[in-house]
C-alpha cells in the first residue's frame, strides 16, 4: 500500500492519514494522489457538467483534437492533433476532412477507427441510431447545432459537413465532453454502465467508477503518445482547505487540483510546494434572471454593475483573483487589452440607475451560491462583499448557498421567477471568441442551452451570425467585441472576476507546464522518489 495515502469517500468530510489503497510505501512514486474538494460524479464525459469530473475524464478519454499543453503561453494554447493526426477544411469552411490516427486501441482493446468516432457523434446527432443519448445530446448542444452531417471513408477517414462555416469548430471539438467512447461500451451498456465503466484511449484506465468513493486509475501502457510516467494515479476528494494544505505538506497527497487563494497563502514560502498559475480564460459572475422582477430592468441590472467593487473582491482573493469588468475574460481570443473597462465601481450612478429604473427601494432580490467546491473555496467571503455593495445602493440580496452539483441542476432548466439568478464561474471553452454566444445567444435559452437568465437581444444574434461566418481571425474578434458592447449595455450578469486557477503541485512532482488550461498533461506527470 502507498505510505501514507490519504484515501477519503470523495462524500466525506475532512480526511485521516494512515492506510491507503494503491500500493506499499515501496511504491511511493509509483502512485501520485490528486486531490479536490467535491465529489466526482460517474464519468460519461458528454453528460458531465463539471469541472472536476471532466478533469478526472481528461485522464481516460482522448478527443479528435487538443490544445498544446506543452507550452506556457500567455494567450489561448494553439490546437493540435490527437486522436485526428491531421485535417483539412474545405474553401468555404464548411467540410472538415479528419484523418484518424492509426494504431491507436481503446482500453477495452478495441481498434480506433473513424466509423468508432461516427458512432460517438451519433450518439449526440442521431435520434434514430441506437446509441442515441437524449441527455447527453442536450448538453453538447453547443457544438452539435452547427453539425449537418457525419460520414466515413475507410478505416481512417472522418467528415463532419457543417450546416454554416464556423472557423472556431475546432475549439468546440477540443471540449473534453468530446472525449471519444469505445464504441463496444456504446453498443452494449446502458447510460449508467457507460458512466460507472468508462473506456477511452487516454492515458489511463479504470475498473469502474463508483460514485462518492475513491477514483484510482492505472496507467495505459500501449498509450497512443507513449507510456505514462507514472504508474497510477487517485483522485480523492478533501472537503476541508485547511486540511488539504497540511495533506499536501505532509506529502499525504501530491497535487491540489484547484487551489484557493487561502490555500495558496497558507503555501506562500515553503519551498517543499511548486504553486502553478496557468491563467486560463474564465469569467465569475452572478448570471441575473432577465424575468424576475427588478432583474427584468435592464437599469437595474446595470446599476447592480455598477454596485459592485471589484477590486476589493480582488483584494481579498490575496491576488488570485483580477477584476472582470465586462463580458470578455482576458485570453479570449476576442480580448482587447486596450479597450476601456466598461463597468466600475461607481455607487453613485448605481443608485442613480435604480432611481431611472423606478423599482420599490430597498430592492429585494435572491440568488443562489455554491457552497463550496473547486473555484469557490470562498464563495461566501466573496458574496458577503457583494452584498455589503449592493446594500451601500439600497439593493437586499439574499444569497442561498447550495452544493454545487445541486445548484447547477437547479438552474439549469432556467430560472424561476422567483430566483433573480446564480454566482456561478465558467471557464471550459471560454478562450473561443464563440463562448460569448454560447453564454448569451438567444437561441441557447433552455432547454437548448445554457443561457439559463432568459436573456433575448435579436440584433446580438445577428452581430453573432456574422461573426460565425467570417473567415479572418481579425475580422471576426472585432466583430465578436461588437457583440460584446451589447452585451455589457444589457448587462444580463454581474460581470465579477477572473480566477488565475493556482494549482499546487508536491516538490517532487514533475512534468506539467503553465499552459492557459484548467488541465494538464497526465501522461507526463511524474514522481521523484
Not at 462524500?11 to 501520485?32: D, H, L, P, Q
Not at 445548484?407 to 446564480?422: H, L, N, P, R, T
Request: hydrophobic fraction near 40%; include cysteine.
Amino acid at each position: 500500500m502507498l505510505a501514507g495515502l490519504i484515501a477519503v469517500p470523495l462524500a466525506m468530510s475532512g480526511c485521516t492519514a494512515g492506510g491507503g489503497s494503491a500500493g506499499s510505501g515501496a511504491a511511493a512514486a509509483e502512485t501520485i494522489v490528486l486531490a479536490a474538494q467535491g465529489e466526482v460524479p460517474p464519468l460519461d464525459p458528454q453528460r458531465l457538467t463539471g469541472t472536476i469530473g471532466l478533469r478526472v475524464s481528461d485522464a481516460i478519454y482522448d478527443t479528435l483534437v487538443r490544445e498544446n499543453l506543452s507550452e506556457a503561453t500567455k494567450g489561448a494554447s494553439k490546437i493540435a492533433p490527437a486522436l485526428a493526426e491531421s485535417w483539412e477544411v474545405s474553401e468555404d469552411g464548411l467540410t472538415y476532412d479528419f484523418t484518424i490516427r492509426g494504431g491507436v486501441t481503446f482500453h477495452d482493446g478495441t481498434e480506433l477507427t473513424a466509423e468508432a468516432v461516427k458512432l460517438n457523434f451519433d450518439r449526440i446527432l442521431d435520434p434514430d441510431s441506437p446509441v442515441y443519448s437524449e441527455t447527453a445530446a442536450a448538453n453538447m448542444k453547443f457544438l452539435t447545432r452547427w453539425i449537418a452531417s457525419t460520414s466515413v471513408k475507410g478505416t481512417g477517414e472522418f467528415t463532419v459537413t457543417l450546416s454554416n462555416s464556423f472557423p472556431e469548430f475546432l475549439g468546440l471539438l477540443s471540449d473534453r465532453r468530446m472525449g471519444i467512447i469505445s464504441p463496444k461500451l456504446l453498443q452494449t451498456a446502458d447510460e449508467d454502465q457507460i458512466a460507472a465503466t468508462p473506456i477511452g484511449t487516454g492515458p489511463y484506465s479504470t475498473d469502474g467508477i463508483v460514485q462518492g468513493e475513491d477514483i484510482q486509475l492505472e496507467r495505459n501502457a500501449d498509450y497512443w503518445r507513449g507510456e505514462p510516467k507514472t504508474r497510477r494515479l487517485l483522485f480523492t476528494s478533501i472537503s476541508d482547505a485547511n486540511t488539504m494544505v497540511s495533506a499536501l505538506q505532509t506529502r499525504q497527497i501530491d497535487v491540489i487540483l484547484s487551489a484557493g487563494s487561502a490555500q495558496v497563502a497558507q503555501l506562500k514560502g515553503d519551498e517543499s510546494v511548486t504553486v502553478q498559475y496557468p491563467d486560463p480564460a474564465n469569467s465569475y459572475f452572478i448570471r441575473l434572471n432577465t424575468r424576475a422582477a427588478g432583474t427584468d430592468n435592464k437599469l437595474v441590472r446595470q446599476a447592480l454593475n455598477y454596485a459592485v467593487d471589484r477590486e476589493g473582491i480582488a483584494a481579498v482573493m490575496n491576488g488570485q483573483a483580477s477584476p472582470l469588468p465586462g463580458a470578455i475574460p482576458a485570453g479570449n481570443r476576442a480580448w482587447d487589452p486596450t479597450v476601456n473597462d466598461t463597468y466600475t465601481y461607481d455607487p453613485e450612478r448605481a443608485k442613480t440607475l435604480l432611481r431611472q429604473a423606478g423599482v420599490d427601494m430597498p430592492l429585494q432580490i435572491s440568488i443562489m451560491a455554491p457552497s463550496e467546491g473547486p473555484g469557490f473555496s470562498q464563495a461566501r467571503d466573496v458574496m458577503s462583499l457583494v452584498q455589503e455593495d449592493f446594500a451601500k445602493v439600497g439593493v437586499e440580496l439574499d444569497v442561498q448557498f447550495m452544493e454545487f452539483t445541486a445548484m447547477v441542476a437547479e438552474e439549469s432548466a432556467g430560472y424561476a421567477d422567483d430566483i433573480a439568478g446564480s454566482f456561478n464561474g465558467w471557464t471550459t471553452g471560454s478562450e473561443l471568441a464563440y463562448w460569448l454566444e454560447n453564454m448569451f445567444s438567444p437561441d441557447l435559452i433552455p432547454p437548448t442551452g445554457t443561457n439559463r437568465g432568459w436573456y433575448q437581444n435579436v440584433e446580438l444574434g445577428n452581430v453573432f451570425a456574422q461573426g460565425r461566418a467570417e473567415l479572418n481571425d481579425d475580422a471576426r474578434n472585432a466583430i465578436y467585441r461588437q457583440a460584446a458592447e451589447i452585451i455589457d449595455e444589457d448587462a444580463p450578469w454581474v460581470f465579477l472576476y477572473q480566477d488565475r486557477l493556482p494549482r499546487a503541485f508536491a516538490a517532487n512532482v514533475l512534468g506539467p507546464v503553465e499552459a492557459p488550461s484548467v488541465y494538464f498533461d497526465y501522461s507526463v506527470l511524474q514522481k521523484s522518489e
